[in-house]
C-alpha cells in the first residue's frame, strides 16, 4: 500500500506543478490583456464627477413641446 501512495503523491505533485505552471501563465496573458485594453484610457476632466456641482450656464428656455 504504501508503493501505491509514494507513487499517487509523486503524481499528484506532477500535476499540481503542471497547475501552478498554467497559472502562472494564465495570470500572464490576464496582464497583458489589461494592459492592452488600458492603454486607451485618459483621465477623466474635473466636470467628470458626477455629482450634483455641476452649474449649466447655458441659457435654457423650458418650454412645452409644440407638436
Known sequence: MCASMDKQYAAAK???S???ELLAAIKVKVEEHFAEI???VT???EMDNF???YDNASA?????FQG
Do not use: M, P
Open 14 to 16: 506532477v500535476g499540481r
Open 43 to 45: 483621465s477623466r476632466g
Open 18 to 20: 503542471a497547475e501552478l
Open 38 to 40: 488600458t492603454k486607451g
Open 51 to 53: 455629482d450634483d456641482t
Open 60 to 64: 435654457y428656455d423650458n418650454a412645452k
